[in-house]
C-alpha cells in the first residue's frame, strides 16, 4: 500500500480538514508534527495571526511532549480531541482547551505544564524540519508525503464527501507518483469550513 503521511500544525484549520478528508479515506494514521512558529521565525507577521504564531510554539511543546512520552499515537489521539474542540466546535484557543483534549485522550494531565517549556524547543525544531526535509523546501501546514514525495498541501476549504474524497485521494496519488509534477494551486481563503459535504443522490 501506499505510505501517506501528513505534517500539520495543531493550530492550522486547513491542515484540520486537510486531515478529516484522509482519516475518512482511511489514511489518517500517519499524522506527524510541524510548526508554523518555527517557520515564521524572523519574518514580519501581521498582527491577526501573531496569536496564532505564539500559540503555535506553544502547542507545540505539548504535543512533542506528548509524542516524547506516548509516542505516534499519543500525538494523533491529542490532535483529534484537541482539533475536535478548537477547530469544530469553535472553542476559544485557550489552555482550558488544551486540559479538555489531555483528558478526552487520556494522557498526563501534567502535560499543560509544558506550554510555557522552552526545554521542548528543539524537539519541536526536530520534528518541523523533518517535515521541511520531506517536503524538499520551506512550507507551512499541511505538507502531505507520499512514498517519500513531499508537497504542501491539498489545501482544503471544506471536507469532502466520501465519494468526491475517494476521488481527491486517487488524485492525489496519481499526482505525486507522476515524475516532474511539482505543483498545482490555485487562490484560496479561509477561514475553511469543517462541516462535511453530504454525498449527492
Known sequence: MTNVELYVDPVCPFAWVTSRWLQAADRGSGLRQMSL?????GRDVDPAHRTKIDW??????????????????????????????VHDAAQELADTALKESLSASNLN????????????????????????????????????????????????????????????????????STPGFAVLQRPYQGPPSTTREENNG
Open 56 to 85: 503555535s510554539r506553544r502547542l507545540g511543546r505539548v504535543f512533542a511532549a506528548a509524542t516524547a512520552d506516548g509516542g505516534p499515537d499519543a500525538f494523533r489521539e491529542l490532535y483529534e480531541a484537541f482539533g475536535g474542540l
Open 37 to 41: 512558529a518555527v517557520l515564521n521565525e
Open 109 to 176: 494531565p501534567a502535560l499543560v505544564e509544558t506550554l510555557d517549556d522552552p526545554g521542548w524547543d528543539d524537539a519541536v525544531r526536530a520534528t518541523h524540519r523533518r517535515s521541511q526535509d520531506a517536503l524538499g523546501g520551506s512550507g507551512g501546514s499541511p505538507i502531505i508525503v507520499v512514498d517519500g514525495k513531499g508537497f504542501f498541501g491539498p489545501v482544503l476549504t471544506r471536507i469532502p464527501n466520501r465519494d468526491d474524497g475517494a476521488e481527491l485521494l486517487n488524485a492525489v496519488l496519481s499526482a505525486a
